[in-house]
């Protein structure tokens, strides 16, 4: 932890804004998995197949990532509700350290997920 510190508004915000991009990316990888079925089913070719299962395999590597930042915020605001329970007249003057380790986890979850869905669209253009 660095010494960043936030309101509690401002660390909820940023929660509740990281869900949002995790549960959409979410609803990409379901729908990407849908076209490589489609891909899978209309080429029989062994190279392709092979390339549809690393996707797949990334795919369910990405879903597992994803569940585990949702739920370490979960977790953290399960935490920040705890604080704002316990002292409710003074939890929006009250200062927490920002989570660091879950804004770089999530940037690079981000960029390695942004350079598969580059890669996966290269892919499925090319076999659709």
Same mark, same amino acid.
């Given at each position: 932890?660095?010494?960043?510190?936030?309101?509690?508004? %401002?660390l909820? !915000?940023?929660? #509740?804004?990281?869900?949002?991009?995790?549960?959409?990316?979410?609803?990409?990888?379901?729908?990407?998995?849908?076209?490589?079925?489609?891909? $899978?089913? #209309?080429?029989?070719?062994? %190279?392709? *197949?092979?390339?549809?299962?690393? !996707?797949?395999? #990334?795919?369910?590597?990405?879903?597992?990532?994803?569940?585990?930042?949702?739920?370490?915020?979960?977790?953290?605001?399960?935490?920040? @509700? %705890? @604080? @704002?329970?316990?002292?409710?007249? @003074?939890?929006?003057?009250? *200062? !927490?350290?920002?989570?660091?380790?879950?804004?770089?986890? $999530?940037r690079?979850?981000?960029?390695?997920?942004?350079? *598969?869905?580059?890669?996966y669209?290269? !892919?499925?253009? #090319?076999?659709?």
């Amino acid at each position: 932890m660095s010494n960043n510190k936030k309101h509690i508004d %401002e660390l909820h !915000f940023e929660h #509740k804004t990281l869900r949002n991009q995790l549960n959409f990316s979410k609803d990409e990888l379901r729908s990407y998995q849908i076209r490589l079925e489609e891909i $899978a089913s #209309k080429n029989t070719n062994n %190279e392709i *197949l092979a390339h549809v299962e690393q !996707f797949q395999n #990334k795919f369910i590597r990405q879903n597992e990532v994803i569940d585990e930042l949702l739920h370490e915020i979960n977790v953290r605001e399960d935490s920040l @509700a %705890e @604080a @704002a329970k316990n002292n409710p007249n @003074a939890i929006h003057r009250q *200062l !927490f350290e920002a989570h660091d380790t879950l804004e770089n986890e $999530a940037r690079v979850f981000l960029t390695i997920y942004n350079d *598969l869905k580059k890669s996966y669209y290269d !892919f499925s253009s #090319k076999w659709m």
